[in-house]
């Protein structure tokens, strides 16, 4: 099966892919290549969040998890709450995602390098492809520099 059109799709391996914030159809779409768990750090108010991306996700036989990330203040708590997430899904395959796949690959970065022990390069490489928070325009850019720069 081919890759979903969902914005900024990645797949990190074979059981972990990441996204932008798919459609209800593209819910679908992740459900076809094998995802058994979602992990959603986007918030729920969003105009571009799903109205009830929890019951979709449910009724589609996945696992769902939010951790309600706000962009401009991404925290350790959330981080933990996250680590714990990918702990719980043990070797099920999972989808990442939130609005642009910004959070979930600045996540993920530490994740790989912090949690996994993923060399800095490598680790970060993904993130490279979406955008790097160091040199964005996005105001809350710095925050997500300072926020991945953390080590545990």
């Known amino acids: 099966m081919s890759e979903p059109a969902i914005i900024n799709f990645l797949r990190y391996d074979a059981r972990l892919t990441t996204s932008g914030q798919p ?5 679908d779409d992740i459900k076809a290549l094998g995802v058994a768990h979602v992990i959603n750090l ?15 996700v449910a009724a589609l036989g996945m696992t769902y998890t939010h951790i309600p990330v706000a962009f401009d203040n991404p ?3 959330d981080f933990g709450a996250f680590c ?4 719980a899904a043990g070797d099920a395959p999972v989808h990442v995602h ?3 796949n910004w959070r979930v690959t600045a996540f993920l970065y530490r994740y ?3 949690v996994l022990g993923m060399d800095d390069g490598h680790a970060r490489a993904p993130m490279d492809t979406i955008w790097t928070p160091e040199t ?4 809350s850019a710095p925050v997500w520099a ?3 720069a953390r080590k545990d």
């Open 42 to 56: 986007a918030l729920h108010s969003h105009e571009q969040a799903l109205t009830d991306e929890a019951t979709s």
């Open 75 to 77: 925290t350790e708590a």
């Open 23 to 27: 459609s209800e159809s593209q819910l």
């Open 84 to 87: 714990a997430a990918m702990a």
């Open 136 to 139: 964005h325009s996005n105001p």
């Open 146 to 148: 300072e926020f991945i």
């Open 98 to 100: 939130c609005i642009m």
């Open 112 to 114: 790989q390098r912090d």
